[in-house]
C-alpha cells in the first residue's frame, strides 16, 4: 500500500506542477514576458514551501511532495533541455565564429566565474559553495536575446551574430566547469584535496569528451540514424533519444555532468538528414520535460527561510551578473565590432542566465552543497537577469529606431 502511495503522490505532484506551468506560461506570454519565467515562478508559487502546503489531501496532508522521483523527472528534463539545445548549434557554427565569438564567449565564462568566487569567499563562504554559485553567473541563455533580437529584424546584424557564436563558447565552456564543479561536490575529500592540476585534467577531459563525442557522432550517428535503416513508424525518434540518453549515460559514468554527452549529441545531430524529424520530436517532449524541469526548480525554493540575508545576498549576486558580463563581453564586443552601441548590446544580451544556472542550482542542491538559503538566491539572480534582458535590449533597440527616424526627419 505505501508504495501505490508513493506512486499516486508522484503523479498527483507531477499534474499539480505541469498545470501550474502552463498556466503561468500563458499568463506571460499574454505579459510579453519571457515564458521560462513564468513556469519557473508557477514551482514557486505552488510548491511545497508555499500555496502547495495549503493544498491538503483528504487525511489533511499538503498535496504536492517534491520526492526522489519528481527530482529525477526534473534532471530527465535538464538532460532533454541540453540535447535541445546541441541541436540548435552545428558544430561547423561553432567553429566559423571564429576569434571574435571565442575571446567574447571565453571572457564571458572567466569573468563572472572569477569574480563569483572571489566575493563569495569574502562574505565567508566556504570555496565549493563559492564556487557553485560562481558557476551559476557563467552561462548565458540567449534563447530570450534571439526572440528580441528577431522581433527587431536584427537577427543577421553583426552584433546577433557575435551574441550567438559567443553564447555557443560560452555554453560548452560553462558546461566544462560545471562538469568540474560537480566532480568536486562528488569527491569525499571536499575541495582541500582537489589542486589545480586536476582541475585542468577534468577540463581538458570535457573538452577532449566533447571533441571524441562529437567526431565519433559526426561518423558514425548519420550511419545508425538514418531513414533506408529504420523504417517503422518512430523507429528514427526511438533511437535518436536512446543515442543521446546513452551519450547522458556515459557521460556521467566517466564522473562528468550527464548533460555534456546529451548536449554533444544534440550538435553531432544537427548536421544529419534526419534533424527536422528529430528536432520535431524532442520539441515535443520538451513541451512537457522542460516546464516540468523549471516548475520543480521552483519548488524546491523555501520561501519560508527568504529573509533580508538573502535578499541582499541576491541583490550582491545580481550585480555581479550583470556587471561581469558587461564588461567581460561588452567590451571586447565594443573592440572586435569598432561600434560602441553594438558592443553594449552583445553585454546586454549575455546578461540572462536561464537553464544552466537553473541546473547548477539543482545540482547543488541535490549534492546537498548548497545551503537553501544559497539556492534561493541563485534561482533569484536568474529570475531577475531574465527579466532585465529582453526590456534592455528592447530599450536599446528603441532608441536606435529613434535615432534612425529623427536623422531622417532632419535629411528631409
Known amino acids: 500500500m505505501a508504495a501505490e502511495a508513493h506512486f499516486i503522490e508522484t503523479i498527483i505532484g507531477v499534474g499539480i506542477l505541469l498545470f501550474a506551468a502552463k498556466l503561468m506560461a500563458e499568463l506571460f506570454l499574454r505579459l510579453k514576458l519571457p515564458i521560462v519565467l513564468g513556469e519557473l515562478i508557477a514551482g514557486m508559487v505552488i510548491g511545497p514551501f508555499a500555496l502547495g502546503a495549503y493544498i491538503l489531501n483528504p487525511e489533511g496532508l499538503p498535496l504536492l511532495h517534491i520526492n526522489d522521483e519528481i527530482r529525477v523527472l526534473g534532471e530527465i528534463g535538464a538532460i532533454v533541455i541540453l540535447f535541445m539545445a546541441g541541436l540548435e548549434m552545428t558544430p561547423k557554427e561553432f567553429l566559423k565564429g571564429g576569434k571574435a565569438s571565442f575571446t567574447v564567449g571565453t571572457l564571458g565564462v572567466i569573468v563572472p566565474f572569477f569574480a563569483g568566487l572571489l566575493v563569495f569567499q569574502m562574505f565567508g563562504y566556504d570555496a565549493l559553495q563559492s564556487m557553485l554559485i560562481a558557476t551559476a553567473l557563467t552561462a548565458t541563455s540567449i534563447a530570450i536575446s534571439i526572440q528580441v533580437l528577431s522581433e527587431f529584424g536584427k537577427l543577421k546584424t553583426p552584433e546577433a551574430r557575435l551574441i550567438i557564436g559567443a553564447a555557443v563558447v560560452d555554453d560548452i565552456l560553462a558546461i566544462a566547469v560545471l562538469s568540474v564543479v560537480t566532480s568536486m561536490a ?200 531574465t527579466i532585465i534582458t529582453p526590456i534592455w535590449l528592447k530599450i536599446e533597440y528603441k532608441k536606435e529606431q529613434r535615432k534612425g527616424s529623427t536623422q531622417t526627419n532632419n535629411s528631409e
Open 186 to 385: 562528488g569527491a569525499s575529500g571536499g575541495v582541500e584535496n582537489i589542486d589545480i592540476m586536476d582541475v585542468t585534467i577534468t577540463i581538458l577531459q570535457v573538452l577532449g569528451f566533447f571533441a571524441i563525442m562529437l567526431i565519433v557522432s559526426v561518423l558514425i550517428i548519420p550511419k545508425i540514424i538514418t531513414p533506408k535503416l529504420w523504417k517503422a513508424k518512430g523507429s528514427v525518434e526511438g533511437i535518436a533519444t536512446a543515442v543521446f540518453f546513452g551519450a547522458a549515460a556515459l557521460a556521467g559514468s566517466i564522473g562528468l555532468s550527464p548533460i555534456v554527452g546529451a548536449f554533444a549529441v544534440g550538435m553531432a545531430l544537427s548536421t544529419t538528414k534526419v534533424f527536422e524529424k528529430v528536432e520535431n520530436f524532442i520539441g515535443k517532449i520538451g513541451l512537457i520535460f522542460a516546464p516540468l524541469f523549471f516548475a520543480i526548480i521552483g519548488a524546491q525554493v523555501d520561501f519560508r527561510q527568504v529573509s533580508w540575508e538573502i535578499l541582499m545576498l541576491s541583490g550582491i549576486t545580481i550585480a555581479i551578473a550583470i556587471t561581469t558580463k558587461l564588461f567581460g563581453c561588452g567590451l571586447p564586443a565594443m573592440v572586435f565590432l569598432k561600434n560602441k552601441a553594438q558592443g553594449l548590446r552583445v553585454g546586454i544580451g549575455m546578461i540572462s542566465r536561464g537553464e544552466v544556472g537553473l541546473i547548477v542550482a539543482g545540482v547543488g542542491v541535490s549534492s546537498g552543497v548548497l545551503t537553501s538559503d544559497v539556492y534561493s538566491t541563485i534561482v533569484i539572480m536568474v529570475a531577475v537577469t
